[in-house]
């Protein structure tokens, strides 16, 4: 009968600990459970492991060559664990990642570089996607990580199994056409015709927000969700709108003037991935982490 490994151990806990006793509550078990073991051992090596004096137990030449045995195999099994460890923790695979396009240009964009610079094994899929379809495909483990967006007085736990990366912090900013008066603070815009949002969006909560800040019903035209549209409307002269700073960085359309004021809040991007037993992966976090710092690195006019 082959000798079950598993019993080594028994008699490694007895030659460590220096008895049957000490062994047993070393092992959380009852001494006989621990002498079961033992006499099996004995039994299928057919050898003697262990001399049993009245001052105790020591191991006989055939015990101890089988106590190191196991002290062989325990340190394989050691370094087979760090072995196993590096090897999920290699940095390699792709990433699938769902966003919009502000966030894609000044936080994802950025980070092909300097992943390619430090993990030259991971490949990044990002994918253009509204909110609703981005977290359907992120709960069914298509996307891994999916960046969204929040107004300041919007934020809510992440749903259980999932955890949230904050990004970035952004202020809104009102713009308005070049012929509107530049607007000193809110009250100069509490008149104004605002473009409207599409209702789901950060930028329909922030107005919402505004208009209970005003004590007024905002007057609203027109409907967009691409903030070049919105850029497109006001410089048409079609209204004005608020949006993050993120949407007016570089150089905007003529006709159009970007004004910061203060009580319009901010934006805040954050970074959900699913958080279980064994995720997310350390690729994942490493893209997220390559995320943050890229955002980090984003200097707001």
Do not use: C
């Amino acid at each position: 009968m082959a000798t079950d490994p598993r019993r080594l151990g028994f008699l490694l806990a007895v030659h460590r600990s220096g008895g049957v006793l000490a062994a047993a509550d070393l092992l959380h078990l009852t001494p006989s459970a621990v002498s079961q073991q033992i006499a099996r051992l004995e039994a299928e090596e057919k050898v003697q492991v262990l001399d049993r004096g009245p001052r105790g137990v020591t191991l006989t030449p055939a015990g101890r060559i089988l106590a190191e045995a196991a002290e062989r195999i325990e340190s394989e099994m050691v370094e087979a664990r760090k072995a196993i460890v590096a090897m999920s923790e290699e940095m390699t695979g792709t990433v699938s990642v769902g966003s919009f396009q502000t966030a894609i240009r000044a936080v994802v964009g950025p980070t092909f570089a300097s992943l390619e610079s430090r993990y030259p094994g991971v490949e990044l899929d990002v994918q253009e996607l509204e909110p609703a379809e981005a977290l359907r495909l992120l709960r069914s483990g298509d996307l891994d990580v999916v960046l969204l967006e929040r107004d300041e007085d919007a934020d809510s736990p992440a749903p259980r199994g999932m955890r949230e990366v904050p990004l970035l912090d952004e202020p809104w900013r009102v713009v308005v056409p070049a012929t509107f008066p530049t607007p000193a603070r809110l009250d100069d815009v509490s008149d104004a015709v605002w473009l409207g949002p599409e209702p789901s969006t950060a930028a329909a909560r922030a107005l919402r927000r505004l208009s209970r800040t005003l004590g007024t019903t905002l007057r609203t035209r027109h409907s967009y969700y691409d903030f070049d549209v919105a850029l497109a409307l006001v410089a048409a002269g079609q209204g004005v709108a608020m949006l993050p700073a993120l949407a007016v960085q570089g150089e905007m359309p003529d006709g159009v003037t970007v004004v910061p004021l203060p009580g319009l809040g901010s934006r805040r991007l954050v970074a959900r991935h699913r958080a279980t037993r064994h995720e997310p992966r350390p690729v994942v976090n490493a893209v997220i982490d390559e995320m943050v710092a890229a955002a980090a690195a984003i200097e707001l006019g």
